[in-house]
């Protein structure tokens, strides 16, 4: 069972423009991490955001977390056409064991 | 520093056989994951291993299977293929860290077909 939910599906953006994708979870967690998936390939890892942290930085990357909506946003700033990937939130709820469950992801289209 | 590895990365199969993937993690990392990607749903976890112990698995059914070695590769294997196990299959490896961050390096996958 998915535990991340992303929104929107799929995202369509002029290069230059910014691209927010949001991510909703389900049960506590110790920290989310965004990852990024180029067509049909592997999933690299974007940026790691702690539970008790609400906003970091990277780059052109903001990731922001709400643990009491339980939710959480990607922003990338100043688009361009190499970003077209999929992006995937992902749940980290280590404590013992780890398993780290994805989201379904938002699909992004950064039109040059 | 070399990256997680898996073999084969495609591979065409029929239905009623059975298959066995392979990954190498990152070295030092004792932690291998292995998830299922097919199109609309996402990545579907299927197990982790941790010093050739699996800690933990997802909601598949028996058919699915893997193992550990004691140099941290890993295997899965799946076997009486059904039309349905057609996907990427992606291996992870992590090192935990200090803070118990868990920060997955994923292969290239093994795209599996079944006919």
């Known amino acids: 069972s998915q535990q991340g939910e992303e929104d929107p599906q799929a995202l369509s953006i002029q290069e230059g423009e910014n691209a927010t994708m949001n991510c909703s979870y389900k049960?506590?967690?110790?920290?989310l991490q965004w990852y990024r998936q180029n067509s049909g390939r592997g999933l690299v890892h974007l940026i790691l955001?702690?539970?008790?942290?609400r906003e970091k930085h990277s780059g052109r990357l903001r990731v922001t977390l709400d643990t009491s909506k339980k939710s959480s946003s990607l922003l990338i700033t100043a688009s361009r056409a190499a970003d077209t990937a999929s992006y995937f939130c992902?749940?980290?709820?280590?404590?013992?064991?780890?398993?780290?469950?994805f989201g379904i992801g938002t699909k992004l289209q950064v039109i040059p | 520093k070399a990256g997680v590895t898996q073999t084969p990365r495609y591979l065409i199969k029929t239905r009623g056989q059975q298959v066995t993937l392979s990954c190498s993690p990152i070295?030092?990392?004792?932690?291998v994951s292995w998830y299922q990607q097919t199109p609309g749903q996402g990545l579907q976890f299927l197990f982790e291993?941790?010093?050739?112990?699996?800690?933990n698995k997802g909601n598949f059914p028996g058919r699915f299977s893997g193992r550990q070695f004691s140099n941290s590769r890993s295997e899965m294997n799946v076997s009486t293929l059904e039309l349905g196990d057609s996907a990427l299959y992606l291996c992870?490896?992590?090192?935990?860290?200090?803070?118990?961050?868990?920060?997955?390096?994923f292969g290239a996958g093994s795209r599996l077909t079944v006919l």
């Open positions: 992870a490896s992590s090192l935990l860290s200090a803070s118990g961050a868990n920060v997955l390096t």
């Open positions: 049960t506590s967690i110790n920290n």
């Open positions: 955001i702690r539970s008790n942290e």
């Open positions: 992902a749940t980290d709820h280590s404590g013992g064991y780890q398993k780290v469950t």
């Open positions: 070295s030092g990392h004792r932690s």
């Open positions: 291993y941790f010093s050739e112990t699996q800690r």
